[in-house]
């Protein structure tokens, strides 16, 4: 189980990588009180916290207190002007990604469409 999210998690910054974001996967062996996301990226102004799953099955669990550590996080980041708290779901074949505004638990299903293109974010 833990190699599927470390295989999704280097998948993830390949991708945002290719689409222009400086990305990286922040390696933690154990929850811990800090406030770390699984992966992070800026681009231009803005700056990514990502909480990454990866399941064979129908849906993944996101806690609120995974959630509250990407927010912790961002809060940072001063400097920049646009943040945003990502959830992302790999499935077989699909990635599912759901923009968090708010603290609290969340699942997101294989069968969702993502609530934002990565393509998208942060161009101008």
């Not at 974001?21 to 406030?35: G, K, N």
């Not at 099955?57 to 940072?76: A, C, G, H, N, P």
Request: charged share 35%.
């Amino acid at each position: 189980m833990r190699r599927k999210g470390y295989d999704a998690e280097r998948s993830l910054v390949r991708k945002l990588r290719s689409l222009g974001f400086r990305a990286v996967r922040i390696p933690s062996s154990a929850p811990s009180s800090e406030p770390l996301p699984d992966v992070f990226a800026t681009m231009n102004d803005g700056i990514l916290a990502i909480e990454v799953k990866a399941s064979n099955e129908d849906r993944i669990y996101f806690r609120s207190s995974q959630v509250r550590k990407l927010f912790e996080f961002l809060d940072m980041f001063i400097p920049y002007k646009r943040k945003a708290a990502l959830l992302a779901g790999k499935f077989p074949y699909k990635w599912v990604f759901k923009m968090v505004e708010e603290v609290g638990d969340y699942i997101i299903r294989r069968d969702d469409e993502s609530s934002i293109h990565l393509e998208y974010i942060f161009k101008d």
